[in-house]
């Protein structure tokens, strides 16, 4: 029920496409979801979180759709460059004090230029 | 740079040797984190402090592995007696204190500590 379920496990897209990772989770008290960036060698950056009573969250060209009923969240892309090329790890953490995080398994996003 | 800082960023030992990670958070970061995170897979929460105090363990965190943040600044992580099941990134990260404002959510990671056990 700690689970955190993303998809896909890789991804290529165009320069300008729009790639969408969805991720699902089982434990309703979730109450936090963010969405983290890591380059090879680096830790995770922190990009968009969004909290369970929005639907939607956009930060630039990165946007978080949330689905409450269906349990599912989704990163979106917009006007992608070959330096988003990284990969990409949903999240989800039963308080935002003291975030304790459950990440997914993570997506390998290519964009070729 | 004022990020969070973790030495050594490599480390091969032998099985069976202890092995001791340092993390420097965020200046004026109360909250500290270790996360554990292997290849192709998401980062496994270890452990939480708030200033001195260590406040949750996770289960992957056996009697071989121990954290402590003896000022509530900086903060080491010990395995004892390694295996090679060890073998992993180990990432430190930081908070700011509660109450904050609009950073107080963000969790700031280090670059980590990339261990073999051989």
């Known amino acids: 029920q700690q689970q955190v379920k993303q998809s896909p496990q890789s991804l290529i897209v165009q320069k300008g496409g729009i790639p969408i990772i969805n991720c699902a989770y089982e434990n309703t008290a979730f109450d936090y979801f963010p969405w983290y960036q890591q380059f090879p060698g680096k830790g995770p950056a922190l990009l968009i979180a969004?909290?369970?009573?929005?639907s939607e969250k956009k930060e630039g060209r990165f946007t978080i759709s949330f689905n409450k009923s269906a349990k599912q969240f989704s990163l979106h892309i917009m006007d992608s460059q070959p330096g988003d090329s990284a990969t990409y790890f949903c999240?989800?953490?039963?308080?935002?004090?003291?975030?304790?995080?459950?990440f997914g398994q993570g997506t390998r996003l290519t964009i070729n230029p | 740079d004022t990020g969070v800082s973790q030495d050594p960023r490599h480390k091969i030992t032998k099985r069976g040797q202890n092995v001791t990670f340092r993390c420097d958070p965020i200046?004026?970061?109360?909250?500290l984190y270790w996360y554990r995170q292997t290849l192709g897979q998401g980062p496994e929460f270890l452990t939480y402090f708030q200033n001195e105090a260590q406040l949750e363990k996770s289960r992957l965190l056996s009697d071989r592995f121990s954290a402590e943040r003896p000022k509530g600044s900086f903060s080491t992580l010990e395995i004892q007696r390694t295996e090679q099941g060890d073998s992993a990134m180990y990432l430190c990260?930081?908070?700011?204190?509660w109450g904050r404002g609009a950073t107080n959510e963000k969790l700031f990671f280090g670059s980590g500590t990339q261990l073999s056990v051989l």
């Open positions: 969004i909290r369970p009573d929005v």
């Open positions: 990260a930081s908070s700011p204190p």
């Open positions: 999240a989800a953490s039963l308080s935002l004090r003291a975030q304790k995080l459950v």
């Open positions: 200046s004026e970061h109360n909250r």
